[in-house]
């Protein structure tokens, strides 16, 4: 027993410096300009935020905002700093009442990669994909990646995650 303990504060100590959610390293002068005028090359429309997502923004370590391109929602949360408030959007989607079932890793005109997953309710499906990335050209196709990454010190904020929703 005595040897755990040992153990746990040699990993404790050693652990430490990982254990910032702010990575020292992030850039104060890369602050946040204003939302895309469009997205793929399609001009947006800005879109109201539901009730669920003006009280999950309160806490949120940056900024949330909800857009069209006429066929597709796209939602772009401005990231100022690490955190576990970034979450995968599958389980905002099982939380909201969503079947969600995982889809392959997907690839866009562009070669970015996007994590997606096929959501259900009511007879309605989406495919739902997201990805993350820095200004200085980093990029993750799930949070968990991304967290660690940043918890590790690979990679500067602030940070963009984008969700595209599609009706399939």
């Known amino acids: 027993m005595r040897y755990l303990i040992v ?43 539901t009730d669920q997502e003006r009280g999950f923004s309160q806490n949120f370590p940056g900024k949330i905002a909800r857009f069209t ?23 905002c989607l099982r939380g909201s009442g969503y079947n969600v079932e995982p889809r392959p890793i997907s690839r866009d005109q562009n070669g970015k990669l996007w994590g997606c997953v096929l959501a259900e309710r009511g007879g309605i499906t989406y495919k739902v994909c997201e990805r993350i990335y820095d200004l200085s050209g980093n990029s993750w196709y799930d949070v968990s990646s991304w967290f660690w990454s940043v918890l590790l010190r690979n990679s500067r904020g602030p940070w963009w995650a ?5 009706r399939v």
């Open 7 to 49: 153990i746990a504060v040699y990993l404790s100590a050693y652990l430490a410096p990982f254990a910032s959610s702010q990575n020292p390293a992030q850039s104060a002068n890369q602050t946040f300009q204003d939302w895309p005028a469009e997205f793929e090359g399609i001009p947006l429309t800005r879109l109201p935020m």
């Open 162 to 166: 984008v969700t595209v929703a599609e």
């Open 69 to 91: 391109d006429s066929s597709r929602e796209i939602i772009f949360r401005y990231v100022e700093r690490s955190s576990r408030k970034v979450h995968p959007s599958a389980d």
